[in-house]
């Protein structure tokens, strides 16, 4: 397994609950996706200077292949999709960029149902969201303004 550090602008491999290599990125990083067939990471910059870009780094040898600016603030969320083929990032400007995803050496890829990887959360315009809120906590009045009458009789 790998993870980033916010703060230390490091990618870490852990191996049985410890951290056992530390490979120096030079920036703050906010988010690591591995490409399939491990040969490369996608990691969402989240430093001051140069927040919101994708570095794209090569694995094993941990030389950085790329570099783009996607974004004005820094990476949230990244996801690639279930061919491989689009990376998709979210970030705190309230955007979405994507990439398309060319690989050089492609190769069959095994695609099953079963492990495609489904997120718990979704995005909807914030105008919406606080309509439903405020609509939800009409409803819990209504129940409780239900429950006092009926106490009554």
């Known amino acids: 397994?790998?993870?980033?550090?916010?703060?230390d602008g490091a990618i870490h491999q852990v191996?049985?609950?410890?951290?056992?290599?530390?490979f120096e990125i030079g920036t703050s990083l906010s988010q690591l996706v591995m490409l399939s067939g491990k040969k490369a990471f996608f990691a969402g910059v989240n430093s001051e200077n140069k927040p919101g870009s994708i570095q794209t780094i090569l694995y094993?040898?941990?030389?950085?292949?790329?570099?783009?600016?996607?974004?004005?603030?820094g990476v949230t969320r990244m996801c690639i999709t279930f061919?491989?083929?689009?990376?998709?990032?979210?970030?705190?400007?309230?955007?979405?960029a994507y990439l398309q995803i060319h690989d050089k050496d492609p190769r069959k890829k095994e695609i099953s149902i079963l492990n495609a990887q489904t997120t718990s959360e979704i995005m909807i315009p914030r105008a919406k969201?606080?309509?439903?809120?405020?609509?939800?906590?009409?409803l819990r009045t209504q129940i409780e303004i239900h429950k006092t009458s009926r106490q009554r009789i």
């Open 1 to 7: 397994m790998f993870c980033c550090g916010v703060k």
């Open 83 to 96: 061919e491989h083929t689009f990376l998709f990032s979210a970030s705190l400007d309230g955007t979405i």
């Open 15 to 22: 191996l049985d609950e410890k951290c056992t290599q530390k």
């Open 129 to 138: 969201r606080d309509n439903l809120i405020k609509y939800i906590n009409e």
């Open 60 to 73: 094993p040898n941990w030389a950085k292949l790329s570099e783009t600016q996607l974004h004005s603030a």
